[in-house]
């Protein structure tokens, strides 16, 4: 009795606090739930975190993603069947649509079991290729487990997991190295910006079927980083597909095991890197949003100020603007970590940029951070520019787009008009134009000096009777 009420003000405590971000309704789908306690560390790190935690057997007339056309959970784990099939209510086609419905997904593979042909189509719909051999799984003869893979050097001994790159922000770094037995190699494709590698295979790995008599691997389906044994997609919509090549790294005895790296035994870091790729996955972390998005007119009375309150409403977010006109943009950036949103700051090496554009970009600028307006819980970015001399219909863009970080891409439309005929500089307050000037005035005055001898040149009455006279002599 005093376990359940335990269980039951755990659960209470998760519900007040849930850590996602999208929703905390979690359906898991396995072949056999007799398989539960195996997995069972992994079931309870999810009770803390808010989640409700649903169970059904693959062929369970109850498993159904949609009801009444919406989603009927937030998250699906997926455990891999024994069987040939997934059955009607987990086809590829109702497995994309449960993520263009912003579903977060969590697919488990094993090489203990065939991998079903539904599974490796749904997977080709994302660029991500399996072995087709679907018994094959990874083998490392340099990077194994000696005390539980002595012989079939198949439970893969993972450095502890870093970043992918110095300017990408690390999700699922661990202090230990990972047991990863009897992993799925994937290979990915190049061709699209959603799909990223979590864990790539060490260089001495490759794919192999254990099935297989030979001795050698004349024709490998991949070896070494071609292979990932960990991948991530997020579509568009921010929703996040995992891969997992490895279901069985994610059982207690896993859990729990030492393992030998570098001549040192060590506890492995997969309890907190099922941890950390489980948050992920559901958008515990990773999830940007957008606060406050201004632009106004830096000149006049606005020249320099940094403080937006201090402007007035009905300057903020013009629609028209001048050409050359000084303008200021900012916007306000947050990053939701578990339970709260916290101030966003790009990784080492990263920025966030502005661009200016009509059909292409004419400027393309970098967001500072303001630490005088910023909060603890966001980060404002905000640059100046001066409007191109060029009039017609731009866009102010922030086109921000990282690995493992939800999308942001926020657009506004201005229009910039030419100068009205009595905005432009005149000519007497630009020192180029003296000469022109000069040289006008100068011909005015030079043909008034012409009419004033022409007309006072006139000839006198006597010259002019002279000219007479001689005119009738002739």
């Not at 000084?326 to 502005?354: C, F, K, R």
Request: glycine share 6%.
């Amino acid at each position: 009795m005093r376990a359940f009420l335990s269980f039951l003000l755990l659960a209470l405590v998760g519900v007040a606090h849930a850590l996602s971000h999208t929703g905390r309704r979690v359906l898991v789908v396995m072949e056999d739930l007799e398989e539960y306690e195996k997995y069972s560390k992994f079931w309870d790190s999810f009770l803390p975190r808010g989640y409700k935690l649903s169970f059904l057997p693959l062929k369970s007339d109850k498993l159904d993603l949609f009801q009444f056309g919406e989603r009927a959970y937030d998250h699906l784990i997926l455990f891999p069947p024994k069987s040939k099939g997934l059955g009607p209510a987990l086809s590829p086609p109702n497995l994309l649509e449960f993520a263009k419905k912003q579903g977060n997904v969590l697919l488990a593979l094993s090489g203990e079991s065939s991998t079903p042909t539904a599974i490796s189509s749904l997977l080709l719909e994302f660029d991500i290729q399996l072995p087709t051999d679907r018994n094959a799984y990874l083998v490392d003869h340099f990077n194994y487990d000696i005390s539980s893979a002595a012989d079939k050097h198949d439970v893969l001994v993972l450095q502890p997991v870093q970043p992918l790159r110095s300017d990408v922000k690390s999700f699922f770094g661990t202090e230990n190295p990972l047991a990863v037995p009897r992993a799925v190699g994937q290979v990915l494709g190049n061709a699209s910006p959603l799909l990223t590698p979590i864990i790539r295979a060490p260089s001495t790995a490759y794919s192999y079927n254990p099935k297989d008599e030979g001795d050698s691997v004349e024709d490998p389906f991949g070896f070494g980083s071609q292979l990932a044994v960990v991948s991530a997609i997020q579509a568009r919509n921010s929703a996040r597909f995992t891969v997992l090549g490895s279901a069985e790294m994610l059982e207690n005895k896993w859990f729990d095991a030492s393992v030998k790296l570098s001549g040192k035994q060590t506890k492995t870091g997969n309890e907190e890197f099922a941890k950390k790729l489980s948050a992920w996955t559901f958008q515990e972390t990773g999830v940007l949003k957008v606060g406050s998005l201004t632009h106004y007119l830096n000149e006049g009375n606005n020249k320099g100020v940094v403080n937006e309150s201090a402007i007035g409403s009905s300057e903020l977010n013009p629609k028209i603007y001048k050409v050359k006109n000084d303008v200021t943009y900012s916007i306000e950036l947050s990053e939701w970590e578990n339970d709260h949103y916290t101030a966003y700051v790009p990784p080492t090496g990263d920025s966030i940029q502005l661009e200016c554009t009509m059909l292409s970009p004419f400027h393309r600028l970098t967001l500072l951070p303001s630490p005088t307006f910023s909060t603890p819980n966001a980060t404002l970015y905000t640059t100046s520019f001066t409007l191109p001399d060029q009039h017609g219909i731009f866009n102010f863009r922030v086109n921000y787009k990282r690995p493992f970080l939800t999308n942001i891409d926020e657009k506004r439309t201005v229009t910039v008009r030419h100068m009205a005929h009595d905005e432009y500089t005149r000519s007497f307050a630009i020192s180029g134009a003296y000469v022109w000037i000069v040289g006008i005035w100068a011909t005015v005055l030079g043909w008034l000096v012409f009419v004033g001898m022409w007309l006072y040149a006139a000839p006198t009455e006597e010259e002019t009777r002279k000219a007479a006279r001689g005119k009738k002599t002739q």
